[in-house]
């Protein structure tokens, strides 16, 4: 079982089905702050969505083909991060990511973020690792900002977001700028 300590309150675990629960009240207490930028947020309607999300997270795993995990902090189900997949060939990963709304501006993702990518470029030995996030989600970008990811490009409307669909800006992190940026710290 996956559990990765980022530091003293604050750990990521694999979701399990006991985890359902917390998932589903904390996506219904943030529920207009997410379904702004999440389109699966309407979709979670009754405590069997997320207990069906949590099923397809662990089928996902067992697959070898990312993950997702909670974010816990200090005893809380705070959010989800996970790896919308792992491309073993060309050693590149995609990672999401959402925070409820009371665990915002603590720097929890940010700090979540930067483990998940040193476990992922040291212990999975990936290569790329991206991060998108919508033009107008600013709090969203400044997380791949903050890690040195480096901007390279606009989707244009690559998302349907309920009655419009919106553009990302596509954030990518290289193992070896990763390592450089590790020297000098």
Same mark, same amino acid.
């Given at each position: 079982?996956?559990?990765?300590?980022? !530091?003293?309150?604050?750990?990521?675990?694999?979701?399990? $089905?006991?985890?359902?629960?917390?998932?589903?009240? &904390?996506?219904?207490?943030?529920?207009? !702050?997410?379904?702004?930028?999440?389109?699966?947020?309407?979709?979670?309607?009754?405590?069997?969505?997320?207990?069906?999300?949590?099923?397809?997270?662990?089928?996902?795993?067992?697959?070898? %083909? /990312?993950?997702?995990?909670?974010?816990?902090?200090?005893?809380?189900?705070? /959010?989800?991060?996970? &790896?919308?997949?792992? %491309?073993?060939? %060309?050693?590149?990963?995609?990672?999401?990511?959402?925070?409820?709304? $009371?665990?915002?501006?603590? /720097?929890?993702?940010?700090?979540?973020?930067?483990?998940?990518?040193?476990?992922?470029?040291?212990?999975?030995?990936? %290569?790329?690792?991206?991060?998108?996030?919508?033009?107008?989600?600013?709090?969203?970008?400044?997380? $791949?900002?903050?890690?040195?990811?480096?901007?390279?490009?606009?989707?244009?409307?690559?998302?349907?977001?309920?009655?419009?669909?919106?553009?990302?800006?596509?954030? /990518? &992190? &290289?193992?070896?700028?990763?390592?450089?940026?590790?020297?000098?710290?």
């Amino acid at each position: 079982m996956f559990t990765l300590t980022v !530091h003293d309150g604050l750990y990521l675990k694999l979701l399990e $089905p006991k985890d359902a629960r917390a998932v589903y009240m &904390l996506i219904q207490q943030s529920k207009n !702050h997410l379904r702004k930028w999440l389109f699966w947020v309407d979709g979670t309607k009754k405590l069997e969505d997320s207990e069906a999300f949590i099923e397809e997270s662990m089928k996902q795993q067992a697959a070898n %083909n /990312g993950f997702q995990a909670g974010i816990w902090y200090q005893g809380e189900f705070a /959010g989800i991060i996970g &790896l919308h997949y792992i %491309n073993w060939i %060309n050693r590149t990963t995609s990672i999401g990511y959402w925070l409820g709304e $009371p665990f915002q501006g603590k /720097g929890i993702m940010t700090d979540a973020c930067r483990a998940l990518i040193d476990q992922l470029f040291n212990e999975y030995e990936l %290569n790329r690792i991206e991060i998108r996030a919508a033009v107008k989600n600013v709090k969203s970008q400044a997380i $791949p900002e903050r890690l040195g990811f480096t901007k390279e490009g606009c989707l244009r409307q690559c998302e349907w977001l309920h009655d419009h669909f919106a553009d990302h800006f596509v954030y /990518g &992190l &290289l193992r070896e700028e990763y390592a450089a940026a590790q020297r000098k710290s």
